[in-house]
């Protein structure tokens, strides 16, 4: 027997802030938490005492082993504060762990650090469930967003030296820099090479013997520089990087291009390391992601820049799970944190995959989609689910009074503003005509053959009047479970009920489906999602769609998965459309393609991929304490 | 007595490739050379097995320790192919420790990754002196760089969303966003903005009591945008990013400017991290760093902007030195890696501090300075030792004969392309010819009251003669004692004979001096250096830097350090002038200032503050091997 004991909360009145209730946490080493959770110390790195990368090879040594039962967190359409998917996370989590001794895993996103300096501020979850040190969570971590700049911007800068580089060399020289002549008068292709060659149809492998046609097909690229899609990133509310001209240098200004950094979270490379299911998964997805396309419209990919490789290895220590711990003790998987609107918005299949394993047949993971379920669950079930082969058991669906009654028709919901009366005392009125958001999300996440249990996450302000409505309404629409839970004020002894509704669903044998098989073509998986998700009537292509929905059909991307980029303030496309929106079209007005994570994405509406300061960003606040070294004015 | 054993090296002839030799080797747990080192185990953050974080506490716990002898590590005018100095650094530690059985330190730079996946590739040493495991030295390391980006580029970020927020708001709407009305009617001040009240000249500490003028002065920075001294940064070798216009997107359109990125190590944060020597003096240092000017010509901080401390929590982690080890187990601290022209291109004084503690006074610390020892070695005693106030014992100068034939009239010495047979046959004319540089070197080093060792790095095509002129001629000129090394073939071994030149040069006391007072004016500050240094006989100042002194010496700044921004190829500004220039009158282009790292730095001609790619960068050859895990084609 384990002598491991879960650390006690002490449990104040009225809750302090999350930082104060973070920093007054005395973590556990790291080692702790891994030894049990089953990681053997040789399978751990630690990065400090508190944060740990967790080893892929854990995966080949419990192969054999059962997975444990796969737990999705997501919600119902939220108001701009949030309804708390990630605090549900942890304290779901603390309550299996620390209360019903379960053996559990959260796995969660690791978040962009332009947020934490700017408007949202942290993102550990909150209260008295969170995953700390949340100064570690929030700031850098073990690097892996800083990995993935890194790489992202070693393959822009490749591009557009590239392009320049064939501007002003010919066939010949080209090749002799390529393939250069060593001193012995050999030549050799670098092992990248061969797949370019391989695309091409070249098979020989010694660069003497190439037709001058060859030479010239396999040194020209042949970008078109209006049609390179890759941007830079950085991740920084930066918001003066939304539209940029570059090359604008002495040595360069012939070539000077409009583009755009986005914020580092957005990046393809992200979405790659979400979806990734294994070292060489990541290197073949790193190689073939598409940068742009050639003037003869053939997509060029990054092995064809001959930078894969070095992706990979600017990625290699990312591709571990970060290792940190709840408030209480549990074992938490930090792991990749894609965009959820033009990315598929999940934590990692890696980190779900060791989960899993650790886990056990008797043991629980629970990871959490990003935003409403019409996005996030939708992406998770269609998307990442299906690159991973992995049987989700239960769907958690959490909900608030709050945004119930925004969706009943309540005062618009500002961030910063102050809340309106209708929010913070009974409205039984606004509240029931509001609960059909979440009906119909409970019925939506029927369609995947999931259980379903909702999560009323309670506020102090909620009646009992009001609970009890929701809580009967779901219940009557087939969700297995509804429960309200108080895991904010509480950690995880406020979310018992609910971990044991978790449980009970867990035990019916699932019969999970995906929504829409791949065979079908962009259009037809568009509707499908639009129509059977969103409640859509129909769906309306704008030009620059149907060109790129033909362009990627021919160019043979078209088995691909759906990835909307769509608002995930209401369940239309138009954030203002609160409740369950009936009788609309859904717009598209462009699709783009993340080739190498492997999915389509139609935008509906506009996107904005970098965001701003305000005139008064957190960083205000932010400082070290010089005599104890410590992080203050972080939220 | 201690158990530790020094791993023993295998030579092999011909010495096998950088990375061939890494990959060979088995480092030992760094907790293994932390121990070793004296380092408590509380005082170590691990990152993986082979790399950790040293904390400042140990400086503390031995405050009262006397420090060990303090060696740099310079050279000669080197060839665009570098003569060593890296790899010499290795090797004499190699030597005194697992030779000579000292207690040793060397203290390195961090690399950019920018030049790892560019031309020039890793820079962990060579042959049998390098630092292990060299991808992670050459990689991310503890991530020092990354914090750099990210810190870097939030300040930048907040600038122009400032000069953007100033324009589109009225003072009260300002004020009102700066220092919101709490619910309970009350407002205050960020502690952050009490440090520009001060400036003001406001000591008002309730937001309520300024008046409408205070307000105003207050919330204006009223930064001029086309006096914006503060880039953004990528550690990235993007030449398309040199010239760039921003705010070209939808919602920022009406504030374009014409900007640039830098290499992230040639952001003033990487200068700072450098000089540093506690965290609150990186507070302090970071706070004041002048990002431009105001409108009135007032220098703007970060302060001002409200980011010293955030900027300085982004840096919490790196202003800890990284512990690695050499393939003969001595340790290694990496620390900071500013650049040697527009920055003072030494390593950090932190590592450097830390290290001399542990060495105590029977031990040695070789840290390395930049470039030749007209620039690295200048601005290592005027900047660096002048900040720490640590009194160095002996500078070691390496030179090699291939660079003193290149003196002495050798032909063109280019990256890339073979070297002619003048290099590599007996040719005592050339050497003679060109050993003036040397001498030069010796005598300029003698200035600052150090003892000088001459390092002759040995490659195979040396002859006995050659080598003999050359020790000779060092000794003559009053080096204290010269010798030839082969550790790149040998090891520690190969440079047993320089550790012993060393460790008797250590036995005198230090006399040692700076080159200039700080209470001369600029224009006397580089004349000194020009003259003293480079033998010029004069120094010409464009209208620009005319300008720029002018206003510096307004502002306040002019008792700074001048930190040269000199080409490292001749000892003149001309990169093709060999040898001893003489009766050449030094041009003085323009003068920058790094209020934070605290030096005025004169541009001697243009710099590139960021480097391109070629057609075929390293990148072709990176990957990873699937089947080890090992990363392959690093070099």
Redesign the interface.
Known sequence: MSTFQYPKLDLKTPVPSDIDIASDAVPLPVSVIASEAGINQDEL?????YKA?VHLSVLDRLADRPNGKYVVVTGITPTPLGEGKSTTTIGLCQALGAHLKKRVFSCVRQPS?GPT?GIKGGAAGGGYSQVIPM?EFN??LT?DI??I??AN??L???I???I??EST?TDEQ?FN??C?VA?DGSRRF????LRRLAKLGISKTDPSELSAEEVSSFVRLDIDPSLVTWN?V????????????????????R?T??T?FDIAVASEIMAVLALATS??DM?ERLGRMVIGTSRKGVPVSADDI?????L???M??AIMPTLMQTLEGTPVLVHAGPFANIAHGNSSIIADQIALKLAGADGYVVTEAGFGADIGAEKFFDIKCRESGLIPNVAVIVATIRALKMHGGGPKVTAGA?LDKAYTSENLELLSAGTDNLLKHISNLGKFGVQVVVALNRFSSDSNAEIELVLGRAKAVGARASVMCNHWAEGGQGAVELANAVVEACSVEPNFKYLYPLDLSIKEKIETIAKEIYGADSVEYLPEAEKKIALYTEQGFSKLPICMAKTHLSLSSDPEKKGVPKGFVLPIRDVRASIGAGFIYPLVGTMSTIP??????C??????D?KT?K?I??S
């Not at 950085?234 to 200004?253: C, P, S, V, Y």
């Not at 001959?306 to 070095?310: D, N």
């Not at 960083?619 to 070290?624: A, G, L």
């Open positions: 790195d630690l990065y400090g005492k990368k650090q300096f100064e700031l850098h690097g800083h990995a700049t890194a911007n070693l822009a800068a490749a557009d030296a590239r320049l580089h060399q080209l820099r390529l250069p001193k670098a092992p990248v090479m830079r950085l991740d920084t509310n930066d918001r003066f990087l939304r539209g940029i001209t570059i090359g604008q240098g002495k040595e360069e200004a070539f291009r409009s755009q070292l060489a290197r001959g930078a894969g490789g070095a990979t290895v600017l290699k220590d102050p701003g300061l305000p005139t008064r960003p960083f205000y606040e932010i400082d070290i010089l070294g992080v004015g972080l």
